[in-house]
């Protein structure tokens, strides 16, 4: 009896962990309204070995992806603007359970294509590690960008339903100018309900 009592508080313990976990992964941070600023940066979000060379995305789309995302970096450098690639690590152990359950252990802290894509590796100006989908969480972002005067982004990568589409909530929860270049992302589910929370949001779309 003890034991059966005992055994069903542990199991409800754990399942709320992984749940605070689940939970972390897909929040949204609401982070501190940004002051005018003048700069942009083009955002380049799990352009990493995991998800680009090994994910559920089809050689032409990352060919046509990437078509893109070479040309927007292109243009920012040209323009003068900051190349950020931000990539997951999922390290806080209530993600790295969920990760170890239900994404095939992708992406866990120290783990094997965790690293930008070869094809992207010499690009960046910048490169910051990501604990959830959000890639403001840590607030490394943040510090980034007020120290690059930055108020406008442009964001490319995956996947346009979970990482590409919560940081480009959170950056509008901070007041920044957000676009996401469509042909610069993929996804490897329909996106029409992404979108539509992020035009709701005020996210621009080209």
């Not at 359950?101 to 992708?106: D, H, P, W």
């Not at 607030?139 to 690059?148: H, I, K, N, P, T």
């Not at 469509?182 to 992404?194: D, N, V, Y």
């Amino acid at each position: 009896m003890i034991f059966g009592i005992i055994l069903a508080i542990v199991v409800t313990l754990l399942l709320l962990w992984l749940g605070n976990g689940v939970r972390r992964i897909g929040a949204v941070s609401a982070g501190e309204r940004i002051s005018n600023r003048n700069g942009s940066a083009l955002l380049l979000i799990d352009l990493q070995s995991v998800f680009w060379e090994r994910g559920p995305y089809s050689n032409a789309a990352k060919e046509a992806a990437a078509r893109v995302i070479f040309s927007e970096i292109e243009t920012a450098r040209a323009q003068g603007h900051p190349v950020i690639a931000v990539r997951q690590e999922w390290s806080i152990p209530s993600t790295k359970a969920v990760a170890k359950l239900s994404m095939k252990g992708q992406a866990i802290e120290g783990s094997d294509g965790t690293e930008i894509a070869e094809v992207f590796t010499s690009l960046p100006d910048h490169v910051l590690v990501k604990r959830v989908q959000d890639a403001f969480e840590t607030g490394e972002l943040d510090a980034l960008l007020q120290r690059c005067d930055v108020g406008r982004l442009r964001l490319v990568g995956l996947d346009m339903n979970y990482c590409v589409q919560k940081t480009a909530l959170a950056a509008r929860n901070r007041g920044f100018d957000v676009t996401v270049v469509k042909e610069g992302t993929l996804a490897a589910a329909p996106t029409e309900s992404a979108k539509k929370q992020m035009s709701s949001a005020g996210v621009a779309f080209c």
